[in-house]
């Protein structure tokens, strides 16, 4: 068994249990806060759409069917979202995505997480030296870095991505707007709300850690996720890739 592979057995073994009644209580409001988040905004889109077959084709191609369309596209995009990351997090806790390991250069994923960055984030400034890798599966590390630049940028909110040295390790620094949150647990009831849907982004980046052999953390306006370094005979990836 490889380091990485260790690591995440590791990690599996110290999660809490989610059996019991504290487990089975925490799951309930997990998903009881992703259905009322998801329900919303399909119930806002719902709506709109009906209005829009309802009125004239003259008001549909005025102001009126300009707010209406721009009001069901922004819910639909929300509620994406929120069923994106809800299955990524499914998948994850159930063991459904086969990691692929390998050496995985951080100027090209922080470059493409700038170019996709969403409209409300503000200005994206890259501290990565062309040398710099890390280990991980790119299309999970993608995904990380999309939900730390949509939560730290938020508001137009400027963004660093930068890299510091760690032990065996290379951390991956995002500074921005601090989080509403300060816990990295799953949401509840009460938990606050994101009207871009965006409201499961960091216990998504907490378990790509965690599946990549690495960890999370938040302190103030720094998102940091810490990942293992190649091997030095060069990264051996795992053949499965993604289903």
């Known amino acids: 068994m490889g380091t990485l592979e260790r690591n995440v057995a590791e990690r599996l ?10 487990g089975a209580e925490r799951r309930r409001a997990f998903l009881g806060f992703v259905a009322h988040e998801v329900r919303n905004p399909l119930s806002t889109a719902l709506w709109s759409a009906e209005l829009l ?24 995009a929300r509620v994406r979202q929120l069923v994106e990351d809800h299955f990524l997090c499914e998948r994850l806790d159930a063991g459904g995505i086969a990691v692929r390991a390998e ?6 994923v922080a470059d493409a ?6 409209a409300d984030v503000g200005e994206i400034s890259i ?10 599966d790119r299309s999970l590390l993608e995904r990380a870095l999309d939900a730390l630049v949509a939560t730290a940028g938020r508001e137009g909110t400027a963004v660093r991505i930068a890299c510091e040295p760690a032990s065996d390790a290379v951390a991956l620094v995002v500074s921005g707007k601090p989080p509403e949150a300060p816990s990295l647990e799953d949401p509840v009831k009460g938990s606050p709300s994101d009207p871009r849907g965006r409201a499961l982004a960091l216990p998504v980046v907490r378990r790509i850690a965690a599946a990549l052999g690495g960890a999370f953390s938040v302190t103030g306006d720094r998102y940091v996720l810490t990942l293992p370094r190649p091997e030095r005979d060069g990264a051996r990836s795992d053949p499965a890739a993604h289903p």
């Not at 050496?103 to 090209?108: E, N, Q």
């Not at 997480?113 to 969403?118: C, D, H």
């Not at 501290?127 to 991980?136: E, F, I, K």
């Open 53 to 76: 077959g309802r009125i004239s084709a003259e008001e549909r191609g005025g102001a009126r069917g300009e707010k209406l369309s721009a009001m069901c596209l922004r819910s639909i």
């Open 13 to 22: 073994d110290e999660r809490p249990a989610e059996g019991g009644a504290d």
């Open 103 to 108: 050496a995985v250069p951080v100027r090209d």
């Open 127 to 136: 501290d990565v030296g062309p040398t710099v890798t890390l280990r991980a």
């Open 113 to 118: 997480a700038a170019e996709r960055r969403p």
